[in-house]
């Protein structure tokens, strides 16, 4: 995934080693498996935790009070990728397609009423 960061654009995998992720539970109170509940809620801790790994990670030389003092939540955005043509993004004039639930995926798509 990418994210702008006062207007550069960055790499980050969420492939955290170690020492990232002690940060993240160290710098925003969150372990890896809440953080991205913490970046929903717009949680100030697990934002500035995310540009701060992020920016360590791409090799910036940054401190984390700079990152929690100068930085503003609408400098850092993530970047939409962009979807190939005939890719996952919907078509927002077609409506979604229903979803098989586990009793039709059982037997066949056939509701108890016309299953023969």
């Known amino acids: 995934m990418k994210y702008l960061i006062k207007g550069e654009e960055y790499e980050f995998d969420f492939d955290w080693t170690l020492e ?3 940060i993240l539970k160290e710098k925003a109170f969150v372990t890896i498996a809440e953080f991205g509940q913490a970046l929903q809620r717009l949680d100030p801790h697990a934002i500035a935790a995310l540009a701060y790994v992020v920016l360590k990670r791409n090799r910036v030389a940054v401190k984390w009070d700079e990152v929690v003092r100068t930085y503003k939540v609408s400098d850092i955005v993530p970047v939409q990728e ?7 993004e919907a078509d927002p004039q077609k409506p979604p397609a229903p979803r098989a639930t586990k009793a039709s995926a059982r037997s066949g798509g056939k509701s108890p009423r016309n299953a023969t």
């Open 20 to 22: 990232e992720a002690f």
């Open 82 to 88: 962009d979807v190939p043509e005939g890719g996952d």
